[in-house]
């Protein structure tokens, strides 16, 4: 635990009690500050009892005496209306915080300097996140994970020089960090997404920048250019006079690091300085990991560790289980979980990865379906469709692409080795990439992915 010292005696209010929201209240405790909790769940508010965190209707709270409103980051800021715990913060003049402000304020004040990796992006933060910590664990160092993927951040070991803190950070919890201020940056990509929460893809896109805006002094912003959003913020960093490490996987760079086929090239005043191989490394394929190992390499080398170690760690990277996680494979055909493809930007990641694709998709759908994948359709051999977005998506795919009305994983993971195994294709790729969120038949894309890997695992072995 972090203890949240930085609050010691003042009085703390703090809405959301779910696992993150009660770490944070302990932390706080811990700290010695005055906490007062409440969460629109009432098993929620029971759970924190029974923790013994101090509890109350924020409504009947004395606001003026509040020094800060501390949110869970999956309750709305500012769209699509302020939480009512909002509303009443600011209308007494309170600061509206979540805990990953409350980890930097612990950090300037106790370890200023300590190594501190955040990153963001619309795709690919986990991965990231992981590959970045797993490099500086083979290089010998303490990386510990949290925020948006991982422990809660506050449930980690302090801030200190030997420990490398990496923290994936969603928008929400940008926007609840008005401080953050790690020594390096990582903005990997910009997509629509989560607009509900954020008005218009500008505010979005201006919530992200603040991540690699608030990078410390003498740090390192390393921003993906293949999108306009990312670009121009990369644009405006540099023209800052910043230390900016630009990415891309479509266009060759004079100055940062880009693809080259399966390699990356490390590059300075137009000249290739170091390259990095990818081939062969199965929990890389593909352009957007590709994306990911440029961004983690930059991130690892602007804190020290050499070149030639980085290249070494990367072999060794396991993947992440619901993010083209390779399951098993049957005869020639590899069964392939990328439950985590919960939008068709995220789909389309890893129909560019393979050919001759079985491809099982559906859910609860997103605005705009699956109408982007249209110009990789003819990477895929045949689709089964599962949940509530079967009907529209088989409009989509219409004639383009043989489809099955499949219902459930139950359904669509034998229809799809049967053909799979019976194809003439040399490397026929069965791939759950939903393009759709999970929630019409899972709980969440993990349970998704649980249950398409435990399904393959039951199929017989031919």
């Not at 009690?17 to 770490?23: F, M, Q």
């Not at 499949?406 to 053909?419: F, K, N, Q, V, Y």
């Not at 399904?455 to 017989?460: A, D, I, K």
């Amino acid at each position: 635990m972090i203890p949240v010292t930085t609050f010691r005696d003042r009085r703390v209010a703090l809405f959301g009690l779910g696992g993150s929201g009660r770490a944070t209240a302990h932390a706080l405790i811990a700290g010695g500050a005055d906490v007062i909790a409440w969460d629109d769940a009432i098993a929620s508010v029971e759970a924190a009892d029974d923790e013994e965190i101090p509890t109350g209707d924020l409504r009947a709270l004395e606001w003026g005496a509040v020094d800060a409103l501390v949110l869970a980051p999956g309750v709305p800021l500012t769209h699509p209306k302020p939480h009512w715990t909002v509303a009443l913060a600011h209308a007494a003049g309170v600061e509206v915080i979540g805990d990953i402000e409350l980890f930097v304020r612990e950090r300037r004040a106790h370890a200023p300097g300590a190594p501190m990796v955040a990153i963001t992006g619309t795709n690919g933060k986990s991965t990231t996140t992981a590959l970045i910590a797993h490099l500086f664990r083979f290089g010998g160092r303490e990386a510990p994970i949290g925020g948006n993927f991982g422990p809660a951040i506050l449930s980690l070991d302090p801030p200190a020089p030997e420990r490398v803190h990496v923290i994936e950070c969603s928008s929400y919890q940008i926007d609840l960090a008005p401080t953050l201020d790690a020594s390096v940056g990582v903005l990997l990509n910009l997509s629509p997404d989560h607009l509900d929460r954020h008005g218009d893809m500008d505010h979005y896109a201006e919530v992200k920048e603040r991540l690699v805006a608030g990078v410390e002094a003498g740090g390192t912003a390393v921003v993906g250019v293949d999108d306009e959003w990312s670009r121009a913020i990369a644009d405006r960093f540099q023209a800052a006079g910043r230390r900016l490490v630009r990415i891309s996987v479509l266009h060759r760079l004079d100055d940062g690091i880009c693809r080259d086929g399966e390699t990356l090239l490390v590059r300075e005043g137009g000249r290739t300085m170091f390259t990095v191989p990818l081939a062969g490394i199965g929990s890389l394929r593909g352009a957007h990991n590709a994306q990911n190992a440029a961004a983690a390499f930059a991130a690892a080398q602007a804190l020290g560790l050499a070149p030639e170690v980085i290249v070494e760690g990367l072999k060794s990277f396991p993947g992440l289980a619901h993010r083209m996680e390779q399951v098993r494979t049957i005869g020639k055909a590899l069964f392939v979980n990328d439950s985590k493809a919960t939008n068709a930007d995220a789909a389309e990641r890893a129909l560019l990865s393979f050919d001759d694709i079985y491809w099982i998709l559906g859910g609860k759908p997103k605005a705009g379906g699956i109408e982007p994948l249209r110009p990789l359709f003819g990477r895929v051999r045949k689709a089964y469709l599962i949940g509530e977005a079967a009907d529209a998506f088989a409009a989509t795919l219409g004639d383009a692409v043989p489809f099955e009305m499949c219902g459930t994983l139950e359904s669509a993971i034998p229809a799809a080795a049967r053909d799979a195994a019976g194809s003439a294709a040399a490397h026929p790729v069965v791939l759950l990439s939903p393009a759709c969120a999970s929630f019409d038949q899972f709980p969440n894309f993990e349970v998704r992915g649980d249950r398409f890997r435990a399904l393959v695992r039951e199929l017989p072995d031919a």
